[in-house]
């Protein structure tokens, strides 16, 4: 390992030594040993933490965070178990410097046994998976709620539009007129209760599946119905292994953010396109609630659109029920989206400014043991 500066060995040509390499990495970077003294930093750790690689490395890092900052939870960690952890939304904070919603990366080296190597992402991402417990108790209300329509309204609907057709027949051909309003209102009603009976508890078909064949058949949909005329890109990672979920849920969930992404195009009046992407980020990994247990989402999926974008006082509530940036819009479509995200363990991510908006879906990966019958990869 030459990550301190140690010098490699000659392999006929020279080079720049481990050190240099990590200068070019963009990302910052710190080496850790024991006491938590830090061996090794790259020029993005310098601007990151606004100090010089020599102070760094004389301060440690116990010079850079308190005690009881959630960096030194994942040395222990690591230090106990090995392998790697991803800590969301941390803070780093001092006269010098201050950084919110970082992502920090830990990764033991099991061939230099006490050696922790830390990297830091300021992303979005963060932002979107700490709102994941507000989406999952906004879907769990909708689930109660829909669970009290559908018992304690509908019953009494079908006796109402009983009445109202049994009056059509004995009532003046002007007292008709409000007989039909009454049967037409609760064919209404029970329309929406039906809507909402989609929040409901279901069991879900957990299965391995190639998710671009998915997302063919969900492109195919939408280019022969609401999509009709727009142009819808594929931008693919070939290698992606299978999903792990319920297929005809992830359906949903996916012509409700392409139909809205279209909707959103057409009602700004703009000619643009849609992307389906997919990647493998293996440093997603979200704490499982009252569990020392992470859950790794490495499989992302994002539709990206070219239209006006969301607005900011929308967008922390964007996956809440009866919340709608459309003019007619019920804003139950995307608080769907968040309970079947929220029923197979994923997170999403929104990004939008006028004129791009990306809503990822982090999902997780079918196990060994879990692919049956030789499941094939993602190849599209």
Not at 207 to 213: K, L, S
Not at 250 to 260: A, C, D, G, T, Y
Not at 295 to 309: A, E, I, Q, S
Request: proline share 6%.
């Amino acid at each position: 390992m030459t990550l301190r500066g140690e010098k490699a060995e000659p392999s006929g040509q020279a080079g720049p030594g481990a050190e240099s390499l990590l200068d070019f990495l963009p990302v910052p970077f710190l080496e850790i040993g024991a006491d938590d003294a830090i061996l090794a930093a790259n020029v993005a750790a310098e601007e990151f933490f606004a100090t010089s690689r020599q102070q760094l490395m004389h301060a440690g890092l116990r010079g850079l965070a308190p005690a009881d900052h959630p960096v030194f939870v994942l040395l222990e960690h690591l230090r106990q178990r090995g392998g790697s952890v991803t800590e969301h939304g941390v803070a780093f904070s001092s006269p010098r410097f201050h950084h919110d919603n970082v992502s920090v990366q830990a990764a033991d080296v099991p061939d230099h046994p006490g050696i922790i190597l830390l990297t830091f992402h300021v992303t979005a991402a963060p932002r979107a998976l700490d709102q994941q417990m507000a989406h999952r108790s906004a879907a769990r209300s909708v689930s109660g709620m829909a669970a009290m329509l559908a018992h304690e309204i509908r019953n009494p609907l079908s006796g109402i539009k009983g009445a109202a057709q049994l009056l059509e027949q004995a009532v003046t051909a002007g007292d008709r007129e409000l007989a039909t309003l009454i049967c037409e209102e609760v064919d209404r009603i029970d329309a929406l209760v039906e809507r909402m009976g989609m929040f409901g508890e279901a069991q879900l078909d957990l299965r391995p599946f190639n998710i671009h064949r998915l997302l063919e058949h969900v492109r195919l949909l939408a280019m022969n119905g609401f999509a009709r005329g727009l142009q819808i890109l594929e931008r693919y990672d070939p290698s992606l292994p299978p999903v792990w979920g319920d297929r005809d849920q992830l359906v949903q969930v996916l012509i409700n953010l392409v139909k809205n992404a279209a909707e959103a195009m057409r009602e700004s009046g703009r000619e643009g396109q849609i992307s389906l992407i997919t990647r493998y980020r293996p440093g997603i990994r979200v704490a499982v609630p009252g569990t020392d247990e992470w859950r790794h989402l490495p499989l992302v999926v994002t539709v990206r659109d070219t239209g006006p974008g969301i607005d900011e006082t929308v967008r922390p509530h964007l996956f809440e029920p009866f919340i709608s940036t459309k003019a007619n819009g019920r804003g139950l479509g995307l608080a769907l989206v968040g309970k079947i995200m929220d029923d197979h363990g994923g997170a999403i991510d929104v990004e939008s400014r006028p004129g791009r908006t990306e809503i990822s879906l982090y999902l997780p990966v079918a196990q060994e043991n879990q692919i049956e019958g030789g499941q094939e990869s993602g190849t599209p």
